[in-house]
């Protein structure tokens, strides 16, 4: 009867101990599209870092019940990653669809203008991307509509000359680093007429000599004869 009765109590310190055990679930999931390292935390801790190229993640085991809540700590380079199915609660397995999905962010390329008083000029963007702009008469500033991404090079010329001016370009190559272009400037000055100017009095003065030899000449032969 005492064996009988100690078998008993075994049993259920067994079984009480096995009921109150507490259950713990792992949180997991993948992350695609990054090409640089991102960081991951759940509920503001348990770092996690995911290289270049993606890949799956796990967070230390969490007990049943618990609130998960997935979030990016730290972007990659020039890109911007979301995530899916980050927050909720665990009940009774281990979470694994937690999704990261990371997209790279564009910038624009473009600058200042000064002294543009005419209409014609053309600035075309070559390089990763390509396309033109034709900035109004008055313009102090222009964007190419064409976009690139973080480690996308470019490369500005001026490829139409407003009329009477001359324009000139600076920083007009590079590669863009995680924020848009903005410093390719273009400076425009209106030509010097003084060429034109001195051709004019050239030409009279050619004429006014031309003149004055052939009425030398005239009176010269009035006098010979």
Known sequence: ASSAASSVASSVASSASSSSAPSFYTVGGTVSGNTGSVTLTNNGGDAKAVGSGGGSFTFTPQLDGSVINVAISSQPAGQTCLVTNGSGT????????????????????????????????????????????????????????????????????????????????????????TSNVSNIDVSCTTNSSSSASSAASSVASSEASSIASSAASSVASSFSS
């Open 90 to 177: 665990i009940v009774g397995a281990n979470v694994t669809n937690v999704l990261v999905t990371c997209t790279s962010n564009t910038y624009t390329v473009g600058g200042s203008i000064s002294g543009l008083s005419a209409t014609g000029l053309t600035l075309t963007v070559s390089g990763s991307k390509s396309g033109t702009v034709n900035p109004v008469s008055g313009a102090t500033s222009y964007t190419f509509t064409q976009t690139l991404i973080n480690g996308e090079t470019y490369s500005v010329s001026i490829t139409g000359q407003p009329a009477g001016q001359t324009c000139t370009i600076v920083n007009a190559s590079g590669t863009v680093a």
